[in-house]
């Protein structure tokens, strides 16, 4: 498992997206993709728990699932205010006891599942866990952006942190090899980061074949701009 999820996440939460005002929009516009009526959200692969904080504040009824067991203490203290149900638990193996009407995986979740086995068994435990008419909504690694526009380094910065990612991509296997020197002030920290990359006809197929009606794929969750080979994410809403 990777170290930025099981011990720097305040490293990760800091470098990624770190702002809670981000989180808000992005799940101001996720909720326009809800059908009728949500009343309960299963987020997967919540990280610190900020989605859900901000669906709890609309009133939402929000569960939670975490891989890193530091993310789940890190959540559950962000949560503390509110009933969240959260839990250690791996996707791929998940079995839910409840159902619900939307189920979130934000921010790459499905795609740090290396195997495409992997993927449509998480998809399986997730079509399972809806309710009719719910919708799942996440985003992966964007395929047609990395083999028409690949950069073999990437740098992020941000709140004093510097990260240099090196890039390499094993087309076959649809993998995005990654590993980073990450420094903040005087420390300096590695990470290897491995993701699965998906092309939208794929994702379309293997979703129906899952079972979903309803696909849409986009750049972002505006919802506006379809995908294209210049964005790194491609953000799926489906229904059941
Ligand atoms: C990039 S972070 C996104 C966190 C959060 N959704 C956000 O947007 O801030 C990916 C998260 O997925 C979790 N994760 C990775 N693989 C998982 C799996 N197989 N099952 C559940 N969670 C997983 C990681 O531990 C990490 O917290």
Request: aromatic residues 12%.
């Amino acid at each position: 498992m990777n170290k930025l999820f099981t011990k720097y996440l305040d490293l990760y939460d800091q470098l990624y997206y770190g702002s809670q005002v981000l989180y808000k929009k992005e799940v101001a516009e996720i909720i326009k993709f809800f059908p009728k009526k949500v009343e309960n959200i299963l987020d997967i692969g919540c990280g610190t728990g900020k989605h859900a904080l901000e669906l709890f504040k609309l009133g939402y009824s929000v569960d939670c699932i975490d891989i890193s067991p530091l993310a789940v203490k890190t959540a559950k203290e962000n949560l503390k205010k509110y009933r969240a149900d959260i839990k250690l638990q791996n996707i791929v193996n998940y079995k839910s006891v409840k159902k619900y009407d939307a189920v979130l995986a934000l921010f790459m979740v499905l795609s740090y599942l290396q195997k495409e086995s992997d993927f449509t068994k998480a998809l399986r435990n997730i079509y399972k866990s809806l309710n009719k008419h719910a919708v799942l909504i996440f985003d992966v690694v964007n395929g047609w952006q990395l083999e028409n526009n690949f950069e073999p380094k990437l740098k992020v910065s941000g709140r004093g942190i510097k990260a240099i990612w090196s890039r390499k991509l094993v087309p076959q296997k649809q993998l995005l090899i990654t590993s980073a020197l990450i420094t903040k002030g005087k420390n300096i920290y590695n990470e290897e980061e491995n993701f699965r990359y998906y092309f939208p006809g794929q994702l379309k197929d293997i979703l129906k074949q899952a079972g979903f009606k309803k696909v849409k794929i986009f750049i972002d969750y505006n919802g506006r701009k379809r995908y294209n080979t210049k964005r790194t994410k491609l953000c799926v809403v489906c229904y059941k």
